[in-house]
């Protein structure tokens, strides 16, 4: 998919092939237009969930090899449909973490893609928020407390030049959202209260 991005858009039209230009007004109705049988085609052996230009593929199973084979047959679903419809799977962007149990034995996934094997991560940003693949809340926890310094620090800045009002407003819209964001998921994780004494 070849994308525009150049604030001149009537000259660079003509480049664009296939896909929808990123700073058109219709861009994001065209772009759920165009990948709308997505999540058809591979919900006979996964779950898919889209939100805006960003797309997660949840596959379960409790048995190693069949999440193996589940997950190559996931990924030559999504191959054939790109080729259908002249899109190309972005590997720098594509990650795969395998979600399970720390008391469980691990096996390495084999996960093939136009005999590319890919890599599977061990944390990544989602929405946000840093996921681990034992779901421990950790790595989330500690790049937030490396956040909430920086905005203590800013803070303790502005409480000699701005009156009460001005830092309530400061702490709402850097210092809350930011501790607030997802807490329902690692608010109740052993990493927290760091977090909240920091608080």
Known sequence: MQFVNSPNLLSDWEVVRHGVPQVSVLGPLLFNVYINDFPCIINKVSHSILFA????????????????????????????????????????????????????????????HNNQALTVSENIKFLGMHLDCNL???SHTDNLIKKLIMICCMLRKLLLTVNVKILHMVYFA?????????IIFWGSCSSMRNVFIMH
Do not use: M, R
């Not at 409790?62 to 193996?68: K, R, Y």
């Open 174 to 182: 850097h210092f809350y959202s930011q501790i607030s964001h997802g």
């Open 53 to 112: 230009d960003d797309t997660n593929i949840l596959v379960s199973s409790s048995d190693h090899d069949e999440l193996n084979s589940k997950l190559n047959s996931v990924l030559h679903c999504i191959s054939k449909q790109f080729q259908n419809n002249q899109l190309v799977l972005n590997l720098n962007k594509t990650n795969i973490v395998k979600f399970a149990s720390s008391n469980l034995v691990t096996y390495p996934l084999n996960i093939v």
């Open 136 to 138: 421990t809340w950790k």
